[in-house]
């Protein structure tokens, strides 16, 4: 995965990264991708891995990938303790977010640091968050940008292979469209050449989603329109019928979530 944002960073490209919840979303994210022939990133959060369990939740995407024919990889998203992104790394994770975020920086950076050092023995991929991008629940009034400064001193002192940044994103939905602050991620840019996530990718506009991408964005995050496309689906049909096998019930919500992360794909080329 380290190769794959290599040649994304040098290319100015970038990669989808979705996360899936259950057997239907992960099967809809690969059937889109397969689909499209692109790769993709699988996202596991912790309250993800704890409905379904760490090995199965792996062996789900794995095999997954396997039997649908797609390139992709596995990812933790907000990994928030050293302990849950060691087990994933024991697990077989791709690639782990520690998502220091919250913390004081010097603490952001010397746990990042260990969090660097640990996925160095498994050859692993680590992402971490500077800035505040507010996350479920959490205001979208407050406002802590990532600085290029502070980008810079972030990632010479941890290492750190990408860093999701703060440039005017948030995770959920946004009650007015979001105001992207691209000279600011230019010069983080500038500042650190890393490849740079986007978090927050649910209805940030495509043009905006593609500029970030010409500016050094490689990772584009998206979550909640997709289990939002699966259960207004899915609740739609439980409304209209008795049915009650669900093998019937099921595929038009999973079909809504794939011609969602159809359009994402799109989204992200450039
Ligand atoms: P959204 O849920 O807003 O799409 O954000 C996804 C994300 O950034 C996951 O880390």
């Known amino acids: 995965m380290k190769k794959k944002f290599e040649t994304l960073n040098e290319n100015r490209q970038a990669i989808l990264a979705t996360n899936f919840y259950n057997f239907e979303t992960l099967k809809a994210i690969l059937l889109a991708a397969k689909e499209r022939n692109d790769d993709i990133i699988l996202q596991l959060t912790q309250s ?7 090995e199965n939740a792996v062996s789900m995407a794995k095999s997954g990938l396997k039997y649908y024919g ?3 990889y596995l990812h933790l998203d907000h990994g928030g303790s050293i302990e849950l992104v060691e087990s994933c790394l024991k697990a077989g994770f791709d690639s782990v977010m520690f998502d220091g975020s919250e913390l004081p920086l010097e603490q952001n950076i010397e746990l990042t640091r260990k969090v660097v050092k640990m996925a160095a023995l498994y050859d692993v991929n680590v992402e971490a968050e500077l800035g505040y991008i507010a996350k479920l629940g959490q205001s979208k009034e407050k406002v802590a940008y990532t600085s290029a400064e ?3 001193r972030f990632v010479d002192a941890t290492g750190v292979n990408t860093l999701a940044v703060a440039i005017g994103t948030a995770h959920g939905f946004y009650k ?3 105001k992207l602050e691209f000279n600011r991620l230019s010069e983080i840019k500038e500042a650190v050449k890393i490849p740079l996530v986007l978090h927050g990718g649910s209805g ?3 043009e905006d989603v593609k500029e970030a991408i010409r500016r050094g964005i490689c990772k584009v995050n998206v979550a909640t329109e997709l289990k939002n496309a699966f259960m207004l689906t899915l609740k739609q049909i439980l409304n209209d019928t008795e049915e009650i096998d669900l093998r019937k019930v099921f595929p038009p919500a999973t079909d809504a979530v794939k011609a969602l992360v159809v359009g ?3 989204m992200v080329t450039v």
């Open 150 to 152: 502070d980008a810079k």
């Open 176 to 178: 007015e469209e979001p």
């Open 70 to 72: 797609v390139n992709g």
């Open 264 to 266: 994402k794909l799109e």
């Open 48 to 54: 993800s891995i704890n409905y379904l369990g760490l």
């Open 204 to 206: 940030v506009p495509v």
